[in-house]
């Protein structure tokens, strides 16, 4: 066990003034030793060489990366640890990296702007040999113009530009899928939750304009009133951004309104920008005695495994993680590499996961 002085069972690291020691040489002769130095002794290389395997010593990581260039690590920077999709895609990340014996260094930018134009200037406190970047707030403009030559790949739709690698999800096509799923059933009066009324790069407006063609391909008139917000409330919200309102308590609390509008013009109907939303509407509706789906149906997007659990067990769509994960490693490592290809655009491959709170007909 490490205690906070980075001892191991009360016995301190030896230090480099130690290996130096016990070798019988200065703490510079074994720095250059560490260095790969090509002007020195084989005799006094190997003394330090043996001094080191004897106390242990492990140099640090800058020594290494003097020494190479690299340092073997990639940073993954996303808005939200905490949010399960990021959650799962930094897991998949850290699993695509492992082919490459890359270490993934996570970074959450929470969607402020000076995080993220400090991600897409390639950080200069920390030495990594690639970054993976999912915007909030950051258009693509701005980070072309803030990057430095860090290898560079982009997530996320919003995103899509020739100019850099980016690999993302198909947003608009997945929710024209889940919506006319929805419609296949019978239902023709049909919400839309999750429009971000606050101008930020979120996937709400893309989710939005997939349900929006599904609605005009079945000649559904769309009726503004169905498209429900969910625009940050708090100063918290406020300061990271809209996204940080696709939650379970901003799905709860728009059930409210959801419940007036099935009141007034029979909502049958509801698809979720996220699962997070989702699962707090069912909360709610369920607490109303709604009846799920045949009264109202709900879809989310993200597949999250608490989607697979929840009560009724909730439709979504699942974003292929592994394809996306190991599509950007793939790119990086290319950058990283030294190609010189022109940048690359990926689409991951998703499906529909139908559950039960759409299994079922339109009363």
Same mark, same amino acid.
């Given at each position: 066990? @490490? #205690?906070?002085?980075?001892?191991?069972?009360?016995?301190?690291?030896?230090?480099?003034?130690?290996?130096?020691? !016990?070798?019988?040489?200065?703490?510079?002769?074994?720095?250059?030793?560490?260095?790969?130095?090509?002007?020195?002794?084989?005799?006094?290389?190997?003394?330090?060489?043996?001094?080191? %395997?004897?106390?242990?010593?492990?140099?640090?990581?800058?020594?290494?990366? /003097?020494?190479?260039?690299?340092? #073997?690590?990639?940073?993954?920077?996303?808005?939200?640890?905490?949010?399960?999709?990021?959650?799962?895609?930094?897991?998949?990340?850290?699993?695509?990296?492992?082919? &490459?014996? &890359?270490?993934?260094?996570? #970074?959450?930018?929470?969607?402020?702007?000076?995080?993220?134009?400090?991600?897409?200037?390639?950080?200069?406190?920390?030495?990594?040999?690639?970054?993976?970047?999912?915007?909030?707030?950051?258009?693509?403009?701005?980070? !072309? %113009?803030?990057?430095?030559?860090?290898?560079?790949?982009?997530?996320?739709?919003?995103?899509?530009?020739?100019?850099?690698?980016?690999?993302?999800?198909?947003?608009?096509?997945?929710?024209?899928?889940?919506?006319?799923?929805?419609?296949?059933?019978?239902?023709?009066?049909?919400?839309?939750?999750?429009?971000?009324?606050?101008?930020?790069? +979120?996937?709400?407006?893309?989710?939005?304009?997939? &349900?929006?063609?599904?609605?005009? @391909?079945?000649?559904?008139?769309?009726?503004?009133? /169905?498209?429900? +917000?969910?625009?940050?409330?708090?100063?918290?919200?406020?300061?990271?951004?809209?996204?940080?309102?696709?939650?379970?308590?901003?799905?709860?609390?728009?059930?409210?309104?959801?419940?007036?509008?099935?009141?007034?013009?029979?909502?049958?109907?509801?698809?979720?920008?996220?699962?997070?939303?989702?699962? +707090?509407? /069912?909360?709610? !509706?369920?607490?109303?005695?709604?009846?799920?789906?045949?009264?109202?149906?709900?879809?989310?997007? #993200?597949?999250?495994?608490?989607?697979? &659990?929840?009560?009724?067990?909730?439709?979504?769509?699942?974003?292929?993680?592994?394809?996306?994960?190991?599509?950007?490693?793939?790119?990086?490592?290319?950058?990283?590499?030294?190609?010189?290809?022109?940048?690359? +655009?990926?689409?991951?491959?998703?499906?529909?996961?139908?559950?039960?709170?759409?299994?079922?007909?339109?009363?």
């Amino acid at each position: 066990m @490490t #205690d906070e002085a980075g001892t191991k069972r009360g016995k301190p690291r030896p230090s480099i003034k130690d290996v130096a020691a !016990l070798a019988g040489v200065s703490w510079r002769t074994v720095s250059n030793v560490i260095h790969g130095h090509r002007y020195l002794r084989p005799e006094t290389k190997a003394k330090v060489e043996n001094a080191i %395997a004897e106390l242990g010593y492990k140099p640090q990581m800058a020594a290494r990366q /003097l020494r190479s260039g690299r340092s #073997d690590v990639i940073t993954l920077a996303i808005p939200y640890i905490d949010h399960p999709y990021f959650a799962s895609l930094a897991h998949a990340v850290v699993e695509a990296a492992k082919a &490459y014996e &890359y270490t993934v260094l996570i #970074d959450e930018t929470r969607g402020l702007p000076d995080k993220e134009e400090q991600v897409a200037r390639g950080y200069q406190s920390i030495q990594t040999d690639g970054i993976i970047f999912s915007p909030l707030t950051l258009p693509v403009d701005s980070i !072309l %113009a803030a990057r430095d030559d860090t290898p560079l790949v982009l997530l996320g739709e919003h995103t899509l530009d020739p100019r850099i690698d980016h690999v993302t999800a198909d947003n608009v096509e997945s929710t024209r899928e889940a919506t006319e799923h929805l419609i296949s059933l019978g239902h023709r009066r049909i919400a839309f939750l999750g429009y971000l009324t606050e101008g930020t790069l +979120g996937t709400g407006d893309l989710r939005l304009e997939g &349900y929006r063609r599904a609605l005009a @391909t079945a000649e559904i008139d769309e009726n503004p009133e /169905l498209i429900i +917000g969910a625009a940050p409330q708090s100063d918290l919200a406020e300061a990271v951004g809209a996204e940080s309102d696709y939650s379970r308590e901003e799905g709860y609390s728009r059930a409210q309104q959801i419940l007036l509008l099935h009141q007034a013009t029979q909502i049958d109907a509801v698809v979720c920008a996220n699962d997070l939303l989702a699962i +707090g509407l /069912l909360r709610a !509706l369920r607490e109303a005695d709604v009846k799920i789906p045949s009264d109202i149906a709900v879809t989310g997007w #993200d597949n999250t495994p608490e989607g697979g &659990y929840s009560a009724p067990t909730l439709t979504t769509v699942a974003p292929d993680m592994n394809a996306i994960a190991r599509f950007a490693v793939e790119a990086v490592h290319k950058r990283i590499q030294g190609s010189s290809e022109a940048p690359v +655009g990926r689409v991951a491959p998703h499906r529909l996961m139908i559950r039960e709170s759409t299994a079922g007909t339109a009363s």
